[in-house]
């Protein structure tokens, strides 16, 4: 008697795990999903050591929507067009598996490039003007010596970029996204590998648009301490960066 009690018990708890793991896949692939930011890419908008609520649900759903990607569509459903400006997590065409979020710059048939440091869509200038915010912005563990802008999307999106003043992407070559894909950068202009590469990211397709991030919920200076040193977190902790929406 006792015997079978243990392994109805047991039997339960497995059916609760069971059904908690399932909910759990749901939320993570159809609502929403946490990314933790490993690089300096996006600075100075998202900083290394940042975690982001990433929507699901704002451009629909295809295969890259579920763990691992599983090959059961080449299709999107409910799909809703990003607009310039968002901050993107997709996965890398190279390999459809990596995650990389960057900033919707250029939609499909749109024209882009850099001529004298100046970001150019569809041969037009887009305004930027320069901010006092002397925040080090960082390539890794090295400093860069940069500019912060605001840049001015022809959607009248606004958000900060850095420059480096002696930056290697002066100038581009003239890029035409093709239809169904999109253009992104880091908001690092300098050190950011996106779609200028055309061999390592490139443009990226519809299908391989995770979501758009939302909110930082949590962000921990990496440089000051891991969070797992709770005795150091006073120094570490961004508390103002907690629960900023992006």
């Known amino acids: 008697m006792k015997k ?39 600075e100075p908008t998202l900083l290394v050591g940042d975690r982001i609520f990433v929507s699901k649900y704002t451009y629909g759903y295809s295969k890259h929507s579920f763990p691992f990607s599983p090959n059961i569509t080449n299709k999107r459903f409910f799909s809703n067009e990003p607009k310039q400006g968002d901050l993107v997590v997709f996965k890398t065409p190279a390999d459809n598996r990596t995650d990389y979020i960057k900033r919707l710059i250029g939609l499909p048939g749109d024209e882009i ?31 860069l010596n940069t500019d912060t802008f605001i840049e001015t999307l022809p959607n009248g999106i606004e958000h900060l970029t850095a420059y480096n003043k002696k930056g290697t992407l002066q100038n581009t070559q003239k890029y035409k996204v093709p239809i169904n894909h999109y253009f992104l950068m880091g908001d690092n202009r300098d050190c950011s590998k996106d779609s200028r590469f055309l061999d390592e990211v490139g443009y990226v ?35 103002e960066r907690t629960f900023r929406g992006l």
């Open 113 to 143: 490039q850099f001529i004298s440091g100046d970001l150019f869509i569809n041969n037009k200038k887009v305004l930027k003007r320069k901010t006092e915010i002397v925040e080090p912005i960082r390539c890794g563990s090295y400093i």
């Open 205 to 239: 397709n519809s299908l391989n648009l995770v979501g758009e991030a939302k909110i930082i919920f949590f962000s921990n200076d990496t440089i000051k301490g891991s969070v797992l040193k709770l005795w150091n977190l006073h120094n570490s902790l961004r508390l």
């Open 4 to 42: 079978h009690r243990i392994k109805e018990i047991l039997k339960e708890n497995l059916k609760t795990l069971f059904w908690a793991l399932v909910i759990a896949i749901l939320i993570r692939s159809l609502i929403i999903q946490p990314f933790y930011i490993p690089s300096s890419s996006m």
